[in-house]
Protein backbone atom coordinates (compact mmCIF):
# COMPACT_ATOMS: atom_id res chain seq x y z
CA UNK A 1 0.00 0.00 0.00
CA UNK A 2 1.49 3.23 -0.98
CA UNK A 3 1.42 6.39 1.38
CA UNK A 4 -0.98 8.14 -0.68
CA UNK A 5 -3.44 5.15 -0.18
CA UNK A 6 -2.29 5.13 3.44
CA UNK A 7 -3.67 8.43 3.59
CA UNK A 8 -6.80 8.64 1.68
CA UNK A 9 -7.83 5.77 3.89
CA UNK A 10 -7.01 7.73 7.05
CA UNK A 11 -8.98 10.67 6.11
CA UNK A 12 -12.39 10.88 8.32
CA UNK A 13 -15.64 11.42 6.41
CA UNK A 14 -15.26 15.30 7.84
CA UNK A 15 -12.20 15.56 5.69
CA UNK A 16 -14.25 14.21 2.64
CA UNK A 17 -16.76 16.61 3.31
CA UNK A 18 -14.19 19.36 3.01
CA UNK A 19 -12.31 18.79 0.47
CA UNK A 20 -15.42 18.39 -1.89
CA UNK A 21 -16.23 21.38 -0.29
CA UNK A 22 -13.37 23.39 -1.42
CA UNK A 23 -13.46 22.44 -4.87
CA UNK A 24 -17.14 23.42 -5.12
CA UNK A 25 -15.94 26.84 -3.35
CA UNK A 26 -13.23 27.26 -5.96
CA UNK A 27 -15.40 26.71 -9.12
CA UNK A 28 -17.85 29.22 -7.52
CA UNK A 29 -15.17 31.58 -7.02
CA UNK A 30 -14.48 31.22 -10.94
CA UNK A 31 -17.84 31.94 -11.92
CA UNK A 32 -18.60 34.96 -9.47
CA UNK A 33 -15.24 36.53 -8.27
CA UNK A 34 -15.23 37.88 -4.66
CA UNK A 35 -14.86 41.49 -5.80
CA UNK A 36 -18.57 40.82 -7.79
CA UNK A 37 -20.03 38.72 -4.65
CA UNK A 38 -18.65 42.20 -2.83
CA UNK A 39 -20.63 44.80 -4.35
CA UNK A 40 -24.16 42.94 -4.62
CA UNK A 41 -24.13 43.55 -0.46
CA UNK A 42 -24.32 47.56 -1.20
CA UNK A 43 -27.52 48.30 0.40
CA UNK A 44 -29.06 45.33 1.95
CA UNK A 45 -30.90 45.33 5.14
CA UNK A 46 -29.42 45.01 8.63
CA UNK A 47 -29.36 41.78 9.98
CA UNK A 48 -31.50 40.26 12.41
CA UNK A 49 -29.73 40.00 16.35
CA UNK A 50 -29.02 35.78 16.66
CA UNK A 51 -27.68 36.75 20.04
CA UNK A 52 -30.62 38.53 21.41
CA UNK A 53 -32.58 36.45 20.07
CA UNK A 54 -30.98 33.16 21.54
CA UNK A 55 -30.53 35.57 25.36
CA UNK A 56 -34.25 36.22 25.02
CA UNK A 57 -35.89 33.07 26.29
CA UNK A 58 -35.16 30.71 28.82
CA UNK A 59 -35.48 27.84 26.51
CA UNK A 60 -34.40 28.96 22.65
CA UNK A 61 -34.59 26.76 20.52
CA UNK A 62 -32.83 27.40 17.08
CA UNK A 63 -35.00 24.92 14.98
CA UNK A 64 -33.61 23.35 11.83
CA UNK A 65 -34.80 22.83 8.48
CA UNK A 66 -32.25 19.75 6.95
CA UNK A 67 -33.76 17.45 4.61
CA UNK A 68 -30.90 14.33 5.05
CA UNK A 69 -27.66 13.87 6.85
CA UNK A 70 -24.48 11.41 6.21
CA UNK A 71 -25.59 9.34 8.84
CA UNK A 72 -29.20 9.55 8.66
CA UNK A 73 -29.86 9.60 5.06
CA UNK A 74 -33.28 10.88 3.88
CA UNK A 75 -34.76 12.49 7.04
CA UNK A 76 -37.53 14.79 5.02
CA UNK A 77 -36.68 14.46 1.59
CA UNK A 78 -39.79 16.83 0.18
CA UNK A 79 -39.94 18.92 3.06
CA UNK A 80 -40.71 22.41 1.21
CA UNK A 81 -38.20 24.93 3.31
CA UNK A 82 -41.09 27.90 3.43
CA UNK A 83 -43.55 25.42 4.90
CA UNK A 84 -41.21 24.60 7.39
CA UNK A 85 -39.85 27.67 8.45
CA UNK A 86 -43.66 29.14 9.15
CA UNK A 87 -44.20 26.31 11.61
CA UNK A 88 -41.25 27.21 13.13
CA UNK A 89 -41.86 30.73 13.27
CA UNK A 90 -45.29 30.25 14.60
CA UNK A 91 -44.28 27.46 17.00
CA UNK A 92 -41.93 29.73 18.79
CA UNK A 93 -38.54 29.25 17.66
CA UNK A 94 -36.17 31.82 18.38
CA UNK A 95 -33.82 31.18 15.54
CA UNK A 96 -33.82 29.00 12.14
CA UNK A 97 -30.86 27.24 11.10
CA UNK A 98 -30.51 26.08 7.60
CA UNK A 99 -28.23 23.44 6.05
CA UNK A 100 -26.88 24.73 2.76
CA UNK A 101 -24.35 22.44 1.93
CA UNK A 102 -25.95 20.36 -0.99
CA UNK A 103 -23.17 16.90 -1.62
CA UNK A 104 -23.96 15.69 1.82
CA UNK A 105 -26.96 17.34 3.44
CA UNK A 106 -29.42 18.02 -0.04
CA UNK A 107 -29.11 21.27 1.16
CA UNK A 108 -29.08 24.86 -0.93
CA UNK A 109 -28.48 28.56 -0.56
CA UNK A 110 -31.84 28.98 -2.25
CA UNK A 111 -33.30 27.55 1.00
CA UNK A 112 -31.97 30.70 3.35
CA UNK A 113 -32.45 33.09 0.66
CA UNK A 114 -36.27 32.13 0.45
CA UNK A 115 -36.93 32.09 3.86
CA UNK A 116 -34.92 35.33 4.68
CA UNK A 117 -37.54 36.93 2.75
CA UNK A 118 -40.39 35.09 4.67
CA UNK A 119 -39.46 35.60 8.38
CA UNK A 120 -38.87 37.56 10.80
CA UNK A 121 -36.41 35.64 13.20
CA UNK A 122 -32.72 35.61 12.57
CA UNK A 123 -31.59 32.56 10.20
CA UNK A 124 -27.88 30.43 10.99
CA UNK A 125 -26.74 29.80 7.73
CA UNK A 126 -25.07 25.58 8.52
CA UNK A 127 -22.58 24.32 6.52
CA UNK A 128 -18.64 24.27 5.94
CA UNK A 129 -16.98 27.22 5.78
CA UNK A 130 -13.65 27.09 4.99
CA UNK A 131 -13.58 30.42 2.61
CA UNK A 132 -13.96 34.03 3.32
CA UNK A 133 -16.06 34.08 -0.14
CA UNK A 134 -18.78 32.10 1.84
CA UNK A 135 -19.22 34.42 4.36
CA UNK A 136 -19.58 37.49 2.30
CA UNK A 137 -22.18 35.20 0.22
CA UNK A 138 -24.15 34.07 3.48
CA UNK A 139 -24.68 38.40 3.65
CA UNK A 140 -25.99 38.33 0.43
CA UNK A 141 -28.26 35.25 0.59
CA UNK A 142 -29.91 37.01 4.02
CA UNK A 143 -28.03 35.40 6.67
CA UNK A 144 -27.73 36.64 10.00
CA UNK A 145 -25.58 34.03 11.42
CA UNK A 146 -23.26 31.39 10.62
CA UNK A 147 -21.78 27.93 11.95
CA UNK A 148 -18.24 28.07 12.27
CA UNK A 149 -17.03 25.24 13.06
CA UNK A 150 -13.30 24.88 15.05
CA UNK A 151 -12.25 21.63 13.89
CA UNK A 152 -11.86 22.62 10.47
CA UNK A 153 -10.35 25.95 10.73
CA UNK A 154 -6.92 26.52 12.15
CA UNK A 155 -6.74 29.16 14.68
CA UNK A 156 -5.52 32.03 12.46
CA UNK A 157 -8.26 30.95 9.97
CA UNK A 158 -11.09 30.93 13.09
CA UNK A 159 -9.63 34.60 14.16
CA UNK A 160 -10.10 36.22 11.25
CA UNK A 161 -13.55 34.50 9.94
CA UNK A 162 -14.61 35.75 12.88
CA UNK A 163 -13.72 39.10 12.89
CA UNK A 164 -15.09 39.20 8.59
CA UNK A 165 -18.64 38.10 10.30
CA UNK A 166 -18.82 40.31 12.91
CA UNK A 167 -17.62 43.38 10.53
CA UNK A 168 -20.68 42.37 8.12
CA UNK A 169 -22.79 42.19 11.19
CA UNK A 170 -23.48 38.89 11.36
CA UNK A 171 -23.28 36.38 14.24
CA UNK A 172 -20.59 33.53 14.20
CA UNK A 173 -21.64 30.54 16.38
CA UNK A 174 -18.23 28.56 17.23
CA UNK A 175 -18.87 25.10 16.99
CA UNK A 176 -16.30 22.55 19.48
CA UNK A 177 -16.38 19.02 20.16
CA UNK A 178 -13.76 18.84 23.22
CA UNK A 179 -11.82 20.72 25.10
CA UNK A 180 -9.06 21.91 22.91
CA UNK A 181 -11.35 23.19 20.15
CA UNK A 182 -13.25 25.14 23.35
CA UNK A 183 -9.55 26.68 24.03
CA UNK A 184 -8.84 27.44 20.24
CA UNK A 185 -12.76 29.19 19.83
CA UNK A 186 -11.94 31.32 23.25
CA UNK A 187 -8.62 32.25 22.10
CA UNK A 188 -9.54 34.10 18.98
CA UNK A 189 -12.86 35.55 20.46
CA UNK A 190 -15.60 33.31 20.37
CA UNK A 191 -18.61 34.71 21.82
CA UNK A 192 -21.28 32.16 21.06
CA UNK A 193 -20.08 28.64 21.15
CA UNK A 194 -22.00 25.55 20.02
CA UNK A 195 -20.94 22.37 21.45
CA UNK A 196 -21.52 19.71 19.00
CA UNK A 197 -22.78 16.74 20.95
CA UNK A 198 -22.43 14.84 17.52
CA UNK A 199 -18.86 12.96 17.44
CA UNK A 200 -17.54 13.66 13.73
CA UNK A 201 -15.99 10.76 13.29
CA UNK A 202 -18.45 8.39 14.34
CA UNK A 203 -21.28 10.62 14.01
CA UNK A 204 -22.26 8.93 17.51
CA UNK A 205 -24.75 11.87 19.77
CA UNK A 206 -24.38 12.07 23.35
CA UNK A 207 -25.76 14.84 25.26
CA UNK A 208 -23.24 14.05 27.73
CA UNK A 209 -20.72 16.22 25.56
CA UNK A 210 -22.52 19.32 26.07
CA UNK A 211 -22.73 18.37 29.82
CA UNK A 212 -18.96 17.81 30.09
CA UNK A 213 -17.75 21.08 28.57
CA UNK A 214 -20.73 23.72 29.50
CA UNK A 215 -18.77 24.14 33.04
CA UNK A 216 -15.58 25.36 30.74
CA UNK A 217 -17.41 27.97 29.12
CA UNK A 218 -16.79 31.50 30.71
CA UNK A 219 -19.83 33.35 32.00
CA UNK A 220 -20.88 36.14 29.57
CA UNK A 221 -19.99 33.90 26.73
CA UNK A 222 -23.76 31.56 25.05
CA UNK A 223 -23.76 28.71 25.22
CA UNK A 224 -25.59 26.48 22.26
CA UNK A 225 -26.60 22.36 22.79
CA UNK A 226 -26.02 20.94 19.30
CA UNK A 227 -27.66 17.56 17.95
CA UNK A 228 -29.01 14.30 19.51
CA UNK A 229 -32.00 16.58 21.84
CA UNK A 230 -35.21 14.27 20.95
CA UNK A 231 -37.25 15.31 23.99
CA UNK A 232 -38.21 17.85 26.28
CA UNK A 233 -36.48 15.45 28.86
CA UNK A 234 -33.01 16.33 26.95
CA UNK A 235 -33.60 19.69 26.94
CA UNK A 236 -34.79 19.91 30.92
CA UNK A 237 -30.94 18.01 31.67
CA UNK A 238 -28.90 20.75 29.87
CA UNK A 239 -30.82 23.38 31.35
CA UNK A 240 -29.62 22.26 34.97
CA UNK A 241 -26.79 22.17 33.40
CA UNK A 242 -26.59 26.27 32.48
CA UNK A 243 -27.69 26.34 28.67
CA UNK A 244 -30.44 28.03 27.46
CA UNK A 245 -30.09 27.54 23.71
CA UNK A 246 -30.46 24.58 21.92
CA UNK A 247 -30.46 23.53 18.43
CA UNK A 248 -32.49 21.01 16.62
CA UNK A 249 -32.69 19.58 13.68
CA UNK A 250 -33.58 15.57 13.35
CA UNK A 251 -36.29 15.28 15.91
CA UNK A 252 -38.35 18.29 14.60
CA UNK A 253 -38.14 17.17 10.86
CA UNK A 254 -38.91 13.43 11.04
CA UNK A 255 -41.91 14.32 13.51
CA UNK A 256 -45.22 13.89 12.07
CA UNK A 257 -46.32 17.12 13.38
CA UNK A 258 -43.53 19.87 13.55
CA UNK A 259 -45.23 21.97 15.51
CA UNK A 260 -46.11 20.14 18.49
CA UNK A 261 -42.79 18.81 18.56
CA UNK A 262 -41.32 22.35 19.13
CA UNK A 263 -43.90 23.00 21.47
CA UNK A 264 -42.77 19.40 23.66
CA UNK A 265 -38.95 20.66 23.24
CA UNK A 266 -39.90 24.18 24.57
CA UNK A 267 -41.91 22.65 27.34
CA UNK A 268 -45.05 24.62 25.80
CA UNK A 269 -47.24 21.25 24.83
CA UNK A 270 -49.24 21.03 28.21
CA UNK A 271 -49.96 24.60 28.17
CA UNK A 272 -51.11 24.28 24.25
CA UNK A 273 -53.40 21.49 24.66
CA UNK A 274 -55.18 23.21 27.90
CA UNK A 275 -54.09 20.15 29.80
CA UNK A 276 -54.77 16.94 27.93
Known sequence: MTSEMIRLKEKT???????????EIAQAKGVEPLRELKAKLR???????????????????????????????????????LEIASVYEAGGAAAISILTEHSFFAGDGQHLAEISKQTGIPLLRKDFIVDPWQIYETKYLG????LLIARILTREELREFISLTVDLGLTPLVEIHNEEELE????????????????????VTDIGTSLKLSPLIP???????????????????????GIHAFLVGEALMRSGDVGRKLRELMGREIEHHGGD
Open 13 to 23: FLDRIVEVKRR
Open 43 to 81: NLPPARDFRAALTGSPCAVIAEFKKASPSRGIIRGGAHP
Open 143 to 146: GDAL
Open 184 to 203: KSLAVGAQVIGVNNRNLDTF
Open 219 to 241: EGVIKVSESGIACRRDVEILMGA
